[in-house]
């Protein structure tokens, strides 16, 4: 045959489950996410933050050991101190469950709010390529077209800031978790930093689902670009804002921040003051040394207002799940 | 399976308090279907219930043997639709925006990829397909909705005024591909739209709505046949002679704006008419047997559907 | 000569882009359709026709007047541009008494002309006290018509004067503008919808990157096309027999059968001669004959044939 058929041709073959549909547009949506030059910045700053972590839990256990670097090195110091560091490692090397622990479970609560910052600037950056610019072309028209229907569009779209935030938050404090823990002295700090990593695991898996349901619902908020980053950061910067006279009179206005709320819920899974408070009347000696200092900064620590937290982001996440799906209607 | 490609029983759909389906009922078989009807008629409410895009306020709808209240996503795997409106999916150029939607019907990368270049080609899309979408003119933008409608190759595609917009030979690129893919590929069309030329053209059925109910449903050439007996045709010239000689048949003959003589001859083919030019020494060019045949049905269905109500 | 329009190497530019290029034509009285794809310079000549652009070089007369700053002339000429630019919460009539007002009549004349204006546009006496807002698009297009009708010009240029219509609508404009030619007026529409200006125009001018490429009637384009052949698609009952019937009169180039849509293509020798015996050899074939349709003479095909 010298002249070939090049018109039409029919498609026979197997199609792809719904999960794949979706994974689609989860995908392609990363990755317009991730072309961002400032979205670079921000990945940057977060792998940069893990290394830092990694670097704080490698001290640490260091401070932990008898025979690490730090105790070697301490060794050329006068006598006293030689002596000082030398017991409270040896007692800190015996307690393992409450020095690493406790001291990795701080870290990692520190750390989790900073990502948390970091996050909420990626999803700042890419609120205009969620749902906005699909709403100002059309574009749910197109989707609902096909063999996907709004659940699905939505679960795609939210897999693109799941995905993001993995990125930023879950992804950095898992690999520091991971790097820290195998540059420590022994394989114990492993079975040892479970709490941590339990902890992280369940504030940060918890907050990243939140954030993507509000992120999504305040990128469906208008068709303009500007508006819904507008919106966002008014949601974000302005609750904020409610927090220093809520502390003071209101106790209700700073649950208007959802950044604030957010920080009470880590607080409540990580609890850091009973924490501080368990190394405060464990360790001998550093104990006794801290007493007088902390004792000020513990008695005014307020318990965190969990239940209202909670409640605030429930109603918020609930909200955005039903905004999101009347906004995303085709009728 | 049921032979018919939509059916529908008392199809009724809600706005509020306006009614824009009224009890529709349908029994649609393959082909290329003409959907007419005038502004606020049903058409596009009729599509859209159909892929599921609006909810069915009472009644029943199938679409290819599936109920379309239970198996939207899966009847929409099997049908392609262009909207009327100005769509698209941002920040993709149009190579990647077709793959990408071949992809949402369940097709496989590969194969997504493959047939997106190949619907490219198929509308006649050149090297535009790697430029942008956002940047399209609407002619690219009316073939880039083609071809995502049918890049899943699928069995029904549904047109929404698919030539508004274009340039008179953007349009005829446009209708010889829709006709191309019901005469050539068995692609079930059913095509939304104000221009019954292009219904002329492409199609072999025909819906007529108003008023959210159903007018005529036949098939082009049985609307026609019921108009035969009159003809338009183009002489070479002395069209006033021609006139004259049909009326002394006692033909009901009129000059129209454009030159043609409109003959009621009232025979079953061209013979009579054919007689009367060759009796006359003169030169037909064009004898085109009820060529409003279309446009009267629409005229007349209405008026009668207005003078009911 | 009797030209309603007339150009003479005319030429519109703005700046270094070119919106009519060095054009001569003449528009007959009638109906005529103004074709071309976009940017082919259509705004541009209706523009110049109706006055609001100034020539940049050659001759335009208009109803054997210059348009550019001429305001006797704009009172013969009528003028409908694109788009829905109606003002929505005016009642219909009242719209029209203002504009006529503002041309200088006084107000019983301004009321009486307004009233023959919508009449003639088949406005129902009901719809004239109702808001512009409230027509359907049909309505507004017509209401947009007797605005131009509303100092009874001599030439109407229209342009896309169905854009958006239903077929009922499309048919009604149609008809209004069959009945104001009828009447003795000229009218210039321009219309991307071939098949609709071909059921409605006499002659047509041809437009394409400012130039044009063609005016006149159908048929005259048509020969000026002689390199062409000329093809016929002919529905009839037995095409196998016509065609040997015709092809043994020897007056077939080629032909193509296509059996199952009972059709047959032919390619003609020679036309004057063809189509001067044509009608004889249909009948004397006894094959019954139910349609014979020129695809090369449809404004479509000349249309993609001279811009291709």
């Known amino acids: 045959m010298a002249l070939h058929e090049l018109g039409y041709r029919h498609w026979e073959g197997r199609h792809r489950g719904i999960w794949r549909r979706r994974w689609t547009i989860s995908a392609h949506g990363l990755k317009a996410v991730l072309a961002n030059r400032w979205m670079r910045y921000v990945l940057t700053g977060a792998w940069g933050l893990a290394l830092l972590q990694a670097a704080v839990l490698f001290c640490i256990g260091q401070l932990l050991v008898a025979d690490s670097l730090i105790v070697q090195w301490s060794a050329n110091l006068d006598g006293l101190l030689r002596t000082f560091i030398g017991s409270l490692t040896l007692w800190l090397e015996q307690h393992p469950e409450i020095s690493v622990r406790t001291t990795q479970n701080l870290v990692f609560y520190n750390f989790s709010l900073l990502y948390l910052t970091l996050a909420l600037l990626a999803i700042t950056l890419a609120i205009p390529h969620l749902i906005t610019r699909d709403l100002s072309s059309n574009a749910i028209i197109i989707y609902a077209s096909k063999a996907v229907n709004r659940l699905d569009y939505l679960t795609g779209k939210l897999g693109i800031l799941l995905g993001l935030l993995t990125l930023v938050w879950l992804g950095p404090l898992l690999a520091a978790w991971l790097v820290g823990n195998l540059l420590a002295p022994n394989w114990h700090f492993f079975w040892h930093a479970r709490i941590p990593l339990l902890n992280s695991l369940l504030f940060v898996g918890g907050g990243m689902v939140f954030l993507s349901l509000l992120g999504l619902a305040a990128s469906a908020v208008s068709s303009k670009e500007k508006a819904a980053v507008g919106f966002w950061l008014l949601l974000w910067l302005l609750g904020n804002a409610f927090v220093p006279p809520g502390q003071r009179q209101e106790p209700w206005l700073q649950h208007l921040s959802f950044h604030h709320n957010l920080k009470q819920i880590a607080e409540a899974i990580y609890q850091p003051k009973t924490e501080l408070e368990r190394a405060r009347d464990n360790i001998p000696v550093l104990g006794d040394i801290l007493r007088r200092p902390m004792h000020r900064h513990l008695r005014d620590w307020r318990a965190p207002r969990t239940r209202p937290a909670g409640m605030a982001l429930g109603i918020l996440a609930v909200g955005s799940g039903i905004y999101l799906l009347r906004r995303t209607r085709t009728e | 399976m049921s032979e018919w490609v939509v059916e529908t029983r008392g199809l009724v759909k809600r706005y509020g308090r306006l009614v824009a389906l009224n009890g529709l009922d349908l029994q649609v078989a393959p082909g290329a279907i003409g959907l007419l009807g005038p502004n606020g008629a049903g058409k596009s409410t009729l599509i859209k219930c159909l892929l599921r895009l609006h909810r069915i306020t009472a009644g029943s709808a199938r679409v290819l043997g599936a109920e379309v209240q239970k198996e939207g996503r899966n009847i929409r795997r099997r049908v392609g639709y262009t909207p009327e409106q100005d769509c698209h999916i941002p920040g993709m150029v149009g190579s990647e925006y077709v793959t990408y939607c071949a992809q949402l019907c369940g097709l496989p990368f590969e194969a997504a990829r493959q047939r997106a270049h190949e619907m490219l080609d198929f509308v006649g899309m050149g090297q535009e397909r790697y430029r942008r979408v956002d940047t399209y003119s609407t002619g690219m933008k009316q073939r880039l909705k083609l071809a995502q409608a049918i890049v899943h190759d699928p069995e029904v595609v549904f047109l929404d005024e698919p030539t508004n917009g274009l340039d008179p030979k953007g349009q005829s690129q446009m209708l010889r591909l829709i006709q191309s893919l019901w005469r050539e590929h068995g692609m079930t069309v059913i095509l939304s739209t104000h221009l019954l030329h292009d219904v002329d053209q492409v199609c072999d059925q025909i819906i007529l709505l108003a008023q959210g109910r159903l007018l005529v449903h036949d098939s082009l050439e049985h609307l026609k046949a019921q108009r035969r007996g009159a003809a338009e045709v183009v002489v070479s010239d002395r069209e006033e002679e021609f006139a004259q000689a049909c009326r002394q048949q006692g033909w009901p003959s009129e000059i129209l704006s454009n030159g043609h003589v409109r003959v009621e001859h009232g025979g079953e083919d061209l013979a009579p008419i054919l007689g009367v030019l060759r009796q006359n020494g003169l030169a037909a060019l064009e004898i085109a047997p009820s060529p409003n045949a279309l446009e009267e049905m629409y005229v007349q269905a209405l008026e009668t559907a207005h003078g009911a109500a | ?295 090369s003479r449809s404004l479509r095909q000349i249309f993609e044939h001279m811009t291709s």
């Open chain 3, 1 to 295: 000569m009797n030209s309603v329009i007339h150009a003479h190497e005319l030429s519109r530019w703005y700046g270094i882009v070119m919106g009519l290029n060095h054009v001569t034509f003449d528009v007959p009285a009638g109906l005529t359709g103004l074709v071309g794809p976009n940017g082919a310079g259509k705004s541009t000549l209706i523009q110049l026709i109706t006055g609001q652009l100034r020539p940049s070089s050659g001759e335009l007369r208009v109803l054997e007047a210059r348009p550019w700053n001429n305001p006797a002339l704009m009172a013969r000429i009528g003028y409908c541009p694109e788009g829905e630019a109606v003002p929505k919460d005016l009642h219909a009539l009242d719209w029209l008494v203002a504009l006529a007002r503002l041309s200088g009549l006084d107000a019983a004349t301004a009321r009486r002309r307004a009233g023959e204006a919508l009449a003639r546009v088949r406005l129902a006496r009901s719809n004239w006290n109702r808001p512009l807002a409230e027509f359907s698009k049909g309505m507004r297009q017509r209401a947009k018509l007797a605005q131009a009708l509303l100092h009874d010009p001599e030439l109407l240029v229209l342009d896309e004067p169905m854009n958006g219509l239903d077929p009922m609508g499309r048919q009604e404009i149609a008809q209004i503008l069959r009945g104001l030619a009828q009447a003795g007026k000229s009218i210039l529409i321009s219309s991307h919808i071939l098949a609709e200006l071909e059921a409605l125009c006499r002659n047509f001018l041809i437009l394409n990157w400012g130039r044009v490429l063609a005016s006149g009637s159908r048929k005259e384009i048509r020969q000026d096309l002689s390199q062409w052949s000329e093809q016929l698609l002919i529905r009839c009952d037995d095409p196998e027999r016509l065609a040997r019937h015709l092809f043994e009169a020897g007056l077939l180039l080629g032909f193509e059968l296509r059996p199952e849509r009972n059709q047959l293509e032919i390619r003609i020798r020679d036309p004057r001669s063809f189509y001067a015996t044509w009608p004889d050899h249909l009948l004397r074939s006894g094959v019954a004959v139910h349609e014979i349709r020129s695809e």
